[in-house]
Nanobody, 116 residues
C-alpha cells in the first residue's frame, strides 16, 4: 500500500512563495509519474503539474512560469515550488502517484491560502 503525505501549505500574501512537499512510502515511487492537483471551494479538482519517472514535466496553463515540480527519487519525495502566488491559487493541494490513466494513489491534501 502506498501512502502519500503532503506538507508545506499555509497562509501567504499575494506575490509570495511556498514550497509543497509530498513524501511517498514504498519502493515503487521511482517507477511512477507523480502529480500535483488542486481543488478550490466549489470547483473541480484540476491538474497543476506532473512529472514522469524520468523527470519530464508538464504544467497547467494557469501556473506555467510560476510553479515548478521536481522529484527526488532517492528520498521518495516530490515537490511543488510555487512563486508569485495569486489569490486564485487558494485551494487544497493534493499529491498523486500515477499508476495508470485510471489508477493512482492520493494524499490527504494540504491547504494553501493566498491573501490579497
Amino acid at each position: 500500500q502506498v501512502q502519500l503525505v503532503e506538507s508545506g501549505g499555509g497562509l501567504v500574501q499575494a506575490g509570495g512563495s511556498l514550497r509543497l512537499s509530498c513524501a511517498a512510502s514504498g519502493s515503487i515511487f521511482r517507477l511512477n509519474a507523480m502529480a500535483w492537483y488542486r481543488q478550490a471551494p466549489g470547483k473541480q479538482r484540476e491538474l497543476v503539474a506532473n512529472i514522469t519517472s524520468g523527470g519530464t514535466t508538464k504544467y497547467g496553463d494557469s501556473v506555467k512560469g510560476r510553479f515548478t515540480i521536481s522529484r527526488d527519487n532517492a528520498k521518495n519525495m516530490v515537490y511543488l515550488q510555487m512563486n508569485s502566488l495569486k489569490p486564485e491559487d487558494t485551494a487544497v493541494y493534493y499529491c498523486k502517484m500515477i499508476i495508470t490513466t485510471v489508477v493512482g494513489f492520493w494524499g490527504q491534501g494540504t491547504q494553501v491560502i493566498v491573501s490579497s
